[in-house]
């Protein structure tokens, strides 16, 4: 299979179909929030995070330790997935403990994840 981009070598627009997806396309600013979203994924220490919380809720201590990395850093992380709600977090006495915000989260990490892993099949 090659890399190359495959193009059209037409001049015909298909209107039905462009009418029909531009009704369905959501807003600019919706995307782009979409966009952030990714973005925020796409470093790989955070990933990194939220691969450790698919598998079970963490406290800094603990995530700093698994990753070799000190809790400032964990915690700075940790800052940005909770700000783009991908990871919540609940108070035990002193003690904080991490996890993904929802299910939903869990379902684009684990089906990015499975998606990868079939391209290396």
Known sequence: MSNSIVACDCDVIHAEV???VRARMPEDGVLFELSDFFKVLGDGTRIRIIWALDASEMCVCDLA????????????????LKQARLVKFRREGKNVFYSLDDEHV????????EHTAEQKA
């Open 18 to 20: 462009v009418e029909r």
């Open 65 to 80: 330790v698994l990753l070799n990395m000190t809790k400032s850093a964990v915690s700075h992380q940790l800052r940005s």
């Open 106 to 113: 869990r379902d684009i990490f684990e089906k990015a994840m």
